[in-house]
Antibody, heavy 120, light 113 residues
């Protein structure tokens, strides 16, 4: 069955960097687009980024563009989110999601999330 | 960005009754070349990630009870839950995937009356 397990969350100061990982199993990792979606406490989900199955095409929300980088290692079936110049408003649970198909579109499977807290 | 607006923000329904949640997009999410609406619905319970219920506006995800149904086209969409059960208490979100950034509605909280 499809499994997605995030790790790498924690408490970090503003301006610092953090890398999230998402280990995928139970499906052909290189055939699906993969998403990161975040959810601040008490708020709704907010889409962050998607990496299409070609491993090259990436799209980002404006709020993270230039600061966050989505990537993958197909040999490790792992999706990454490198976050730099973190801000307090980046505090959230970060979910990775398997895209519906090679184009990603919508996540049809989600991990349990990794909590990122950006605090002085 | 395509703004998604849901209504109502919350609703209370008696067990066995019907719940109707609306979602409106500021611009059409219908891709005319394939006649597909790039719109999905999610259910989220406390402490859990969102769960996909409906995609392409009306296609039920595998394993989702058939009391959940989606309808609509263009800019106006509806999630209908027939015969509401206690386990349906959750927050429901619509999401458009017509164009990046893929935006969500603000959510509708369903409670039992």
């Amino acid at each position: 069955q499809v499994q997605l397990v995030e790790s790498g969350g924690g408490v970090v100061q503003p301006g610092k960097s953090l890398r999230l990982s998402c280990v995928a199993s139970g499906f052909a990792f290189n055939r699906h687009g993969m998403h990161w979606v975040r959810q601040a406490p008490g708020k709704g989900p907010a889409w962050v980024a998607v990496l299409l199955s070609d491993g090259i095409t990436k799209y980002y929300a404006d709020s993270v563009k230039g600061r966050f980088t989505i990537s993958r290692d197909t040999s490790r079936n792992t999706l990454y989110l490198d976050m730099s110049r973190l801000r307090t408003e980046d505090s959230a649970v970060y979910y990775c999601g398997r895209g519906y198909d090679s184009n990603g579109y919508f996540p049809n499977y989600w991990g349990q999330g990794a909590l990122v807290t950006v605090s002085p | 960005d395509i703004v998604m607006t849901q209504s109502p923000d919350s609703l209370a329904v008696s067990l066995g009754e019907r719940a109707t949640i609306n979602c409106k997009s500021r611009q059409s999410v219908l891709y005319t070349s394939n006649n597909r609406n790039y719109l999905g619905w999610y259910q989220q319970k406390p402490g859990q990630p969102p769960k996909l219920l409906i995609y392409w506006a009306s296609t039920r995800e595998s394993g989702v009870p058939d009391r959940f149904s989606g309808s609509g086209s263009g800019t106006d969409f509806t999630l209908t839950i027939n015969n509401v059960q206690a386990e349906d208490v959750a927050v429901y979100y619509c999401q458009q995937y017509y164009s990046v950034p893929y935006t969500f509605g603000q959510g509708t909280k369903l409670e039992i009356k």
